[in-house]
């Protein structure tokens, strides 16, 4: 095996870190001094759709076309899910002379598309017969029970059923990783654990207090996430390039503001009126309008079938939102830390389709945007939210591409396939 690539969705360094140096952790301790572990930043914004394939692709949104887990199709307001089909640029393990590959559990690689090798998709996945590739593995998975994610409703039971509901996915998932580990000798192996997130979503006011009859639980799980890296680790031999990735940090959530309320409040966003809201509710005189996390569209002409501004109102029109947004507050708070520009933030053909700005949440809020506008703060179990800054990235010994100072989740393939990269872009 040439690279085995190890996803843990929503690990912070720093966290990685204090649970490897804390003992929860211990196989993580050995692994991480045989090599480099650093900050990474996540998508623009953070959301894991576009992370991972940022991750998988070595682009930016701009260059795989995908900027959050909906959108909408263009030239409309119908809203649809990205998946596999999104993408417009091409996973590592599809390139040519890639190899056979083992792909378990990536996000966004629903629904399962053919490649040399092996591949069960990651979330959001909808049907375990779609998400499979070749379909021959199916009846195995299907007599497994494997899940193509774990039961998030299960958390309003109990966080100790939902924890419990996180160790049975993770096992089973981890028994598939091996038993396909075994089936064949592959050239790269890709494997993510998903659990960690979702833990870290509902359990994270759990994990900072430490009086908390949940907080042994949360290490509990992280520290039988270690032993499946223990025994990941068992099976790789020295040759066998080794790097780990989370595709966004984690930190406190205290409220989840929906962005299209305080736009609508402010006059930017108008809507006819609904039962059931939706983006072809959006009356012509509206001028701005936003999608989860944080992503803010002007309503422009042409690209949206009411839409009126122009692409000369359009600058004034996003410097009034950008200093608003900066200065809009909710119960004498501010939520939003930093305003990025689309045009900014990516590159590639696909840029034209990104948001106008981002916003960046500030601390201990998350962003939405849903059409339904009764909520201002909206009602959720979720008390973690997730971070742009401190990704994790870590590379095992030095034979691999340089890291760069500023790591960002579209470098990763240009330091676990660096000439594999330079072709590319000298192909391009």
Known sequence: ????????????????????????????????????????????????SAAWASIVTGENSGGHNVFGFTDLLDGSYTLGFT?????????????????????????????????????????????????????????????QKYAVDADMSLV????????????????????????FWDIQPWQ??????????????????????????????????????DREIGRILQRLDDSTLLAAVSDHGFARQRRSVNLNCL????????????????YGDMLPETKA???????????????YPNGQVTDEEAEELMQQLTTWLRTVAVDGNGVVAEVIRGADAYSGPFSHRAPDLIAMPA???????????????????INGRHTYEESSFFVRGCSHGEIPEDMRVENVLD??????????RRAA
């Not at 736009?263 to 939706?278: F, I, M």
Request: proline residues 7%.
């Open 415 to 424: 330091v676990i396939l660096p000439a594999q990269q330079q072709e590319l």
């Open 83 to 143: 998946s596999s089909r999104t993408f417009r640029a091409t996973p590592f393990w599809m390139r040519q002379n890639a190899g056979p590959s083992l792909i378990l559990n990536v996000p966004q690689t629903y629904p399962a598309q053919p490649l040399n090798g092996m591949l069960v998709s990651g979330f959001v996945a909808l049907d375990l017969k779609r998400a499979v590739y070749p379909g021959e593995h199916l009846g195995w998975l299907q007599g």
């Open 188 to 225: 790269n192996v890709m494997y993510v654990f998903t659990g960690t997130d979702r833990l870290n979503h509902y359990l994270w006011e759990d994990w900072e207090d430490i009086g908390s009859p949940h907080h042994q639980e949360f290490l509990d799980f992280y520290h039988e996430v």
């Open 363 to 381: 601390d201990d809020v998350a962003l939405s945007g849903r059409m339904n506008l009764t909520d201002l703060i909206e009602p959720t179990l």
């Open 263 to 278: 736009l609508a409040e402010a006059g930017y966003l108008r809507l006819k009126p609904s039962e059931r809201p939706a």
């Open 1 to 48: 095996m040439e690279l085995f690539l190890l996803g843990i969705d929503g690990l912070p360094r720093w966290m990685w870190q204090q649970l490897a140096d804390s003992g929860v952790m211990p196989n993580s301790a050995d692994l991480l001094r045989t090599g480099t572990l650093v900050p990474m930043k996540s998508a623009l914004p953070e959301v894991s």
């Open 156 to 179: 309003a039971k109990g966080k100790s059923r939902f924890v419990q509901e996180l160790r049975s996915v993770m096992q089973t998932r981890c028994e598939a990783l091996h038993h």
């Open 289 to 303: 309008f936003a999608m989860d996390p944080g992503r803010i569209y002007l309503h422009r002409a042409g690209r």
